[in-house]
């Protein structure tokens, strides 16, 4: 038996055959062309390839959108954007007609470099790209290797072994294969994003990889499709072979290889319990968050689209607590008009029962840059030309995404609400250009919702720290712990080296956040949470003890969290609150937390 530790990045357990994807690098061939003509057939057949490759990509989109697999649409929809890169294209055909390449070679230089190019980032998140870019790379060379099968032309795949030496070389194409096994665990160095996306995962239950972590493409598409994932593993996962028999324990973030028949039966049975809990908490999908002494909390879900509504309620959400509506403006090369949002926030609102939906004006800066906002290269995205300084900016872009919210609200119960507020100034200046908005819509004579209650993101201290004289500008707050942790503790989000220092049980953070629920309900103004901390276990019942009677989070996260909720009452977390709020340390505050949990899960 073997151990092997890695990151658990999607949850659950699974138990299964090992499949070992090998990765095998495609030399370069090192042929080059003679005369204009081979060139331009060369040419030819890497827009052949290309065009494929967007075809085959688009079936995969088809594939997910039925499944309404939201992280898999918009990876596969980068993807297109990336075949259908102008840069990439030029390049090609600069090696092809300049330097006399192939189409073979110049696709695996050109991709190469690009792949390096990412790879070298600091930031794990932008590095962690390097795998949608090899992902096409892959995709082309394939179908460049299916050509010229077809044309009997064996010369460009068997390639001239080694004579890449240290050029750039690609995983060799086509290598994940279609069919598997019942119950087959794959075990690789890494998995291309688009094969978590169109695995079949009736029969391949989980996987492990050497390299990745969280905010890797395959784990985001992994835990959306509800398969465990370990990531991260090291060279350890190259002893395992195929059909050596693995336990996946994305809990703990543990793989074991051929354990004794005394550890398999308990993960038989922590494997079933794990299933029966997921199914009790589903139960609780129709039952109200009411806690045991008689108090409402409101379960909100947050989405990025109209897609997501179905989620939503399927998971027992009663509403929509952020709608972040900056993918509308991903992965395309102009703002999108005032009718092609107002047709989105529409659809968004005719799938939401009129139940309430706050929607957020659009949040785009930070770790959010795509080249058309043409936005300015800074030191610290994070601190600088981002969110709501935008929109304040450029009012024209502002005014647009208001008229059609405002427009949009008629179809459903929107509310409004303005990210990386720091100061009453802002909120006023924000409402001003609502003002504006409305009295453009009334020339016009289009409809629109004239008393959309507003309310602003507390994700900035100066924010949290003045809760009461904004509070006195606004109809409610939501409480983006995501930020307000990042500011506080002065802790880049995206930053994985640091990311033990990112902590929301920080007595600093705490603080804040207390006090503006203290505030909000003071000044008679709704207090909710959508930061990922309204989805841990961990803090439920601190923020219920604080007062805190709205909660919004991935919908997946809304069973378990009720659950804790409706076995609870508001006494007892007050008491939970008071506790914790005179520990001076995270780590006391969590083991607390923790202890209470494992004692109301009893
Ligand atoms: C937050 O900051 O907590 C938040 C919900 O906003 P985002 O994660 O979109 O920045
Ligand atoms: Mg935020």
Not at 45 to 54: D, E, Q, R, T, Y
């Amino acid at each position: 038996m073997k151990r092997v530790n890695g990151i658990g990045v999607s949850p659950g357990i699974s138990i299964g055959r090992a499949f070992v994807i090998e990765r095998k690098t495609m030399a370069l061939t090192g042929i080059l062309l003679q005369g204009e003509a081979e060139k331009k057939d060369e040419i030819e057949k890497f827009a052949h390839a290309v065009k494929a490759s967007i075809e085959e990509v688009e079936g995969l989109k088809a594939r997910a959108e039925a499944a309404r697999e939201r992280e898999g649409i918009d990876i596969l929809e980068t993807h297109i954007e990336l075949l259908g890169d102008p840069q990439i294209e030029g390049d090609v055909t600069v090696k092809i007609n300049e330097e006399g390449k192939t189409a073979q070679d110049a696709v695996i230089e050109v991709i190469g470099s690009v792949v390096q190019l990412f790879k070298d980032m600091d930031d794990e998140y932008m590095s962690g790209r390097a795998a949608d870019v090899e992902d096409i790379g892959n995709r082309i060379l394939k179908h460049l290797q299916d050509m010229s099968e077809t044309a009997g032309s064996a010369n460009m795949v068997s390639g001239i072994s080694g004579a890449g030496g240290d050029r750039p070389a690609v995983s060799k194409p086509g290598g994940f294969p279609q069919q598997f096994e019942e119950d087959t665990i794959l075990i690789a160095e890494d998995l291309a994003p688009s094969d978590t996306v169109s695995m079949d995962i009736k029969k391949v239950t989980g996987f492990a990889t050497q390299t990745g972590g969280k905010t890797s493409h395959a784990s985001i598409v992994a835990k959306s499709r509800g398969i465990p994932a370990v990531a991260g593993c090291g060279g350890e996962l190259r002893t395992i072979v195929s059909n050596d028999t693995i336990i996946l324990d994305g809990l703990e973030g543990v793989v074991i290889v051929n354990p004794g028949p005394e550890l398999l039966d308990a993960y038989l049975a922590k494997r079933e319990a794990y299933r029966q809990n997921g199914l009790l908490l589903l139960s609780l999908k129709d039952i109200p968050a009411v806690t045991r002494d008689g108090t409402s909390v409101k379960m909100l879900a947050n989405i990025s689209g109209p897609e997501d509504m179905e989620e939503v309620f399927g998971q027992g959400g009663e509403g929509v607590g952020l709608f972040r509506t900056e993918l509308l403006f991903m992965g395309r090369d102009s703002f999108p008009t005032e009718e092609e949002q107002f047709g989105f926030y529409k659809k968004t609102a005719l799938q939401s029962r009129q139940k309430p939906i706050i929607i957020r004006t659009l949040d785009i800066g930070g770790d959010k840059q795509w080249p058309y906002l043409g936005l300015p290269k800074e030191q610290n995205p994070f601190l600088g030309y981002r969110a709501i300084r935008i929109c304040l900016d450029r009012k024209d872009l502002f005014l647009t995404q208001l008229r059609a919210i405002l427009r949009a609200g008629v179809f459903g119960d929107f509310r409004l609400m303005f990210p990386m507020i720091s100061s009453v100034q802002e909120i006023r200046r924000a409402k001003q250009v609502v003002a504006e908005a409305k009295a453009g819509l009334v020339a016009e004579g289009i409809p629109y919702v004239e008393n959309m209650p507003v309310g602003i993101m507390i994700e900035i201290p100066s924010a949290a720290v003045t809760a009461d004289l904004l509070a006195k500008e606004v109809d409610f707050f939501s409480i983006g712990t995501n930020d307000l942790c990042q500011y506080t503790l002065a802790v880049d989000r995206m930053n994985e080296k640091i990311r033990d220092l990112y902590d929301p049980f920080n007595p600093g953070v705490l603080r804040l956040i207390r006090y503006v629920i203290e505030q909000g309900r003071q000044h008679n103004v709704h207090v909710g949470m959508c930061g990922e901390m309204a989805s841990d276990p961990l803090a439920t019942l601190l923020l219920l003890g604080m007062g805190l009677e709205e909660f919004s989070m991935g919908p997946s996260s809304i069973p378990a969290i009720k659950n804790i909720l409706v076995h609870n009452s508001v006494e007892a977390a007050k008491v939970i609150c008071k506790e914790v709020m005179e520990m001076d340390s995270s780590q006391k505050i969590q083991a607390y937390l923790k202890a209470h949990l494992q004692e109301i899960r009893k």
